[in-house]
């Protein structure tokens, strides 16, 4: 569903992403795993056209769109759920829901999809009146994962889910990720729990200062020796 190819992404002088290829199977969850400052956001970034590379390539679907602008790739089938949940504060829940389907063009089935998405998160439903910036942390996120879904995305790119959240709530998230997934919506996932991360994955990439060092079964690498001591402590 997704191939990236050689990416380089620079930040004027900084030499952000350095080559990185990898790849997203349809119906998959696949993590990228690696310290802060690893490229981890830069790669999301990338993929959603919020950044263009400098060189490389983006497939999305079978499609390049290596250059294609963030609201078509949106309208596409793929959904971008930020680090640090980036909700409209001042807006109600109900209309940051809205603001996640307005690339839809089937306007008439979206009262089935907001019915959808209040049976899974029944706490929005009781707060959809509610400005959201007046939410707790993991109230923001399960309206930005929310948001995220009422664009129906055949793809969902979730950039550190469980930052900030108390551990109760880092396993709700994370039971929501699989349950999307298991509906058909196929995930990449970015998040410094890699032990978290690496539980509900198939597949794990391993990032360090712009480059993949280590890639194969998610499963497998909660056994590898190296990927405990750096990153499970």
């Given at each position: 569903m997704l191939k990236v190819d050689n990416i380089q992404v620079y930040y004027g002088a900084i030499h952000a992403i350095k080559g990185?290829?990898?790849?997203?199977?349809?119906?998959?969850?696949?993590?990228?795993?690696?310290?802060?400052?690893?490229?981890?956001?830069?790669?999301?970034?990338?993929?959603?056209?919020?950044?263009?590379?400098?060189?490389?390539?983006?497939?999305?679907?079978?499609?390049?769109?290596?250059?294609?602008?963030a609201?078509?790739?949106?309208?596409?089938?793929?959904?971008?759920?930020?680090?640090?949940?980036?909700?409209?504060?001042?807006?109600?829940?109900?209309?940051?829901?809205?603001?996640?389907?307005?690339?839809?063009?089937d306007?008439?089935?979206?009262?089935?999809?907001?019915d959808m998405?209040?049976?899974r998160f029944p706490r929005l439903k009781e707060r959809r009146?509610?400005?959201?910036?007046?939410?707790?942390g993991g109230e923001q996120q399960m309206?930005?994962?929310?948001?995220?879904?009422?664009?129906?995305?055949?793809?969902?790119?979730?950039?550190?889910?469980?930052?900030?959240?108390?551990?109760?709530l880092v396993d709700e998230v994370f039971n929501i990720i699989?349950?999307?997934?298991?509906?058909g919506t196929t995930i990449l996932l970015v998040e410094q729990n890699a032990h978290k991360a690496l539980s509900i994955a198939d597949c794990a990439y391993v990032l360090e200062t712009g480059n993949i060092v280590l890639s194969g079964d998610a499963k497998e690498m909660l056994d590898n020796e190296a990927v405990k001591k750096a990153y499970l402590g």
């Amino acid at each position: 569903m997704l191939k990236v190819d050689n990416i380089q992404v620079y930040y004027g002088a900084i030499h952000a992403i350095k080559g990185i290829s990898f790849q997203v199977e349809e119906g998959k969850i696949v993590t990228l795993i690696g310290a802060n400052g690893a490229g981890k956001t830069t790669i999301m970034h990338t993929v959603s056209g919020l950044i263009r590379p400098q060189s490389g390539s983006i497939a999305f679907d079978g499609v390049d769109i290596t250059n294609t602008r963030a609201h078509t790739i949106v309208e596409m089938g793929m959904a971008h759920v930020p680090e640090g949940r980036r909700v409209f504060a001042k807006m109600t829940v109900k209309e940051n829901l809205e603001m996640g389907a307005y690339s839809r063009k089937d306007k008439g089935a979206l009262e089935a999809d907001y019915d959808m998405v209040y049976s899974r998160f029944p706490r929005l439903k009781e707060r959809r009146k509610q400005l959201a910036g007046t939410m707790s942390g993991g109230e923001q996120q399960m309206l930005a994962i929310a948001r995220a879904l009422m664009s129906k995305p055949k793809l969902m790119l979730l950039d550190e889910p469980s930052m900030g959240l108390a551990p109760i709530l880092v396993d709700e998230v994370f039971n929501i990720i699989k349950d999307i997934n298991k509906s058909g919506t196929t995930i990449l996932l970015v998040e410094q729990n890699a032990h978290k991360a690496l539980s509900i994955a198939d597949c794990a990439y391993v990032l360090e200062t712009g480059n993949i060092v280590l890639s194969g079964d998610a499963k497998e690498m909660l056994d590898n020796e190296a990927v405990k001591k750096a990153y499970l402590g």
